[in-house]
């Protein structure tokens, strides 16, 4: 009798508790999956409440496999799937919320529409750090707004999603402005992005780099505030997105400029099915930019592994990352 195939995983059997290394089943590829061998998966914000159990709308049903992007190798393919072959170099976002098992593991069965080849010109690890924030990036400046060459772009927040909307507004050919804290500045800059101080009084920036009028497209990282500043920032008739789009705001002044609203929800195709080929599509998009040098991912110089899985989540806790957090899976 031939034994069921294993792998090791980061366990989680408790909200908050430690990650266990442990031994379970390899998943089979079912129609339409693919089998991958996770070389590294990228640790995002939402992972945290995730693991807290804080995350309502992103629930995973415990005993769980954390991890939301990853980039690895295509062990072997399901029935139905087409578009990619065993050993085929690919990246993704792909579980790791709603009951969907996560890329912490040396395997993940992974619906092949959510998969885009990986960009030629960069690492695996770089790769894992990609999917979520591009994705997000790409719904909002593109899908939501079309961004256009020789717009105004300020986006709201320059972490790791805000970094991404940067370079995709760049790409696209926008000039872009981008707030946060004095101590980012160089780093904004090295983005290509002129950086404004969050302590700057919403009026004065608006005065200062739009002489009053008001900037085209408005990118909202931050939530909260972050939204607020953004209705009194955008022009008349412009577009004000957020991906952090909760709470109660008065839309005032949005509405005497006769302004638009979109909301992101990155991960309603994982959760609901709907719309997977979009995010496919959105990958191969970023790998091309990518690898036309026009974007680059910024991760943290500091690696970690299955068994580290807690010292990644830690960094994040205490604020202390310099770029996307990863986890190489399968160096």
């Known amino acids: 009798m031939n034994a069921v195939p294993s792998m090791q995983a980061a366990l989680l059997t408790q909200h908050?508790?430690?990650?266990?290394?442990?031994?379970?089943p390899r998943p089979?590829?079912?129609?339409?999956q693919v089998l991958v061998r996770v070389g590294a998966s990228a640790v995002n914000p939402l992972d945290l409440k995730i693991r807290a159990g804080k995350a309502g709308h992103a629930a995973q049903p415990l005993p769980a496999i954390l991890g939301i992007d990853m980039a690895g190798v295509v062990e072997s393919v399901g029935p139905g799937v087409s578009d990619f072959r065993p050993g085929?170099?690919?990246?993704g976002m792909t579980g790791g919320v709603g009951g969907v098992?996560?890329?912490?593991?040396?395997?993940?069965?992974?619906?092949?529409?959510?998969?885009a080849p990986r960009p030629s010109g960069i690492g695996v690890p770089e790769a894992?750090?990609?999917?979520?924030?591009?994705i997000t990036a790409w719904e909002g400046l593109v899908d939501r707004a079309q961004v256009k060459a020789g717009q105004t772009v300020l986006?709201?927040?320059?972490g790791g999603v805000g970094h991404a909307v940067i370079q995709l507004a760049r790409a696209f050919g926008a000039t872009v402005f981008a707030v946060d804290g004095a101590s980012k500045a160089e780093q904004i800059r090295g983005w290509g992005a002129a950086p404004i101080d969050r302590d700057t009084p919403v009026e004065q920036y608006v005065a200062e780099h739009t002489g009053g009028r008001g900037f085209d497209l408005v990118y909202d990282t931050v939530g909260g505030s972050g939204i607020d500043a953004s209705f009194?920032?955008?022009?008349?008739?412009?577009?004000?997105?957020?991906a952090l789009g909760w709470g109660t705001h008065a839309l005032a002044p949005l509405s005497f400029r006769a302004g638009t609203y979109s909301g992101v929800f990155t991960l309603l195709p994982l959760l609901t099915g709907e719309g997977r080929e979009h995010h496919g599509h959105i990958l191969r998009n970023v790998a091309r930019l990518a690898d036309e040098g026009k974007i680059t991912p910024f991760v943290?110089?500091?690696?970690?592994d299955l068994a580290s899985v807690a010292d990644a989540y830690a960094l994040i806790e205490r604020r202390e990352a310099r770029g996307k957090v990863v986890v190489e899976v399968a160096p």
């Open 232 to 242: 009194n920032a955008v022009k008349r008739f412009g577009h004000v997105v957020s």
């Open 155 to 158: 986006v709201q927040g320059a």
């Open 300 to 304: 943290d110089p500091r690696r970690f």
């Open 101 to 115: 098992p996560g890329s912490l593991a040396q395997y993940q069965a992974a619906d092949a529409r959510l998969l």
């Open 128 to 134: 894992a750090a990609m999917p979520l924030v591009y």
């Open 16 to 24: 908050d508790d430690a990650f266990q290394v442990a031994n379970v």
């Open 88 to 91: 085929d170099e690919v990246y």
């Open 28 to 32: 089979v590829p079912g129609r339409g």
